[in-house]
């Protein structure tokens, strides 16, 4: 099982930027997907997250209006678009992938977990 995350780097506040997540080893049609992300010296946390088709999506409160989480089942690919991006915004983002078919923001319930992309957000 991999899920490799990109599309991380420098911006400016107020800028955009787009992450991707390439999954493979699993079946990621059944999953329900998710991003989380962890600044310096803080605990991992809960950013949106989407369930296997697409139909439902759930985002932090800091997230809603900013950010948007989709899918593309046929390329196994995740997305998270991010725009008007904040100083605190700046962490490592991790996409995760649940068995389960509801959303759950909890970081205990994902099985699988990328490697990370570095978001920085200079003021």
């Known amino acids: 099982v991999q899920l490799q995350a990109c599309g991380g780097g420098l911006v400016q506040a107020g800028g955009s930027l787009r992450l991707s997540c390439l999954a493979s080893g699993f079946t990621f049609s059944t999953y329900t997907m998710g991003w989380f992300r962890q600044a310096p010296g803080k605990e991992r946390e809960f950013v949106a997250a989407?369930?296997?088709?697409?139909?439902?999506?759930d985002y932090t409160n800091s997230a809603k209006g900013r950010f948007t989480i989709s899918r593309d089942n046929a390329k196994n690919t995740l997305y998270l678009q991010m725009s008007s991006l904040k100083p605190e915004d700046t962490a490592v983002y991790y996409c995760?992938?649940?068995?389960?078919?509801?959303?759950?923001?909890?970081?205990?319930?994902?099985?699988?977990w990328g490697q990370g992309t570095e978001v920085t957000v200079s003021s």
């Open positions: 995760a992938a649940d068995r389960d078919t509801y959303i759950f923001r909890a970081a205990n319930r994902y099985h699988y």
């Open positions: 989407i369930t296997r088709n697409g139909g439902f999506t």
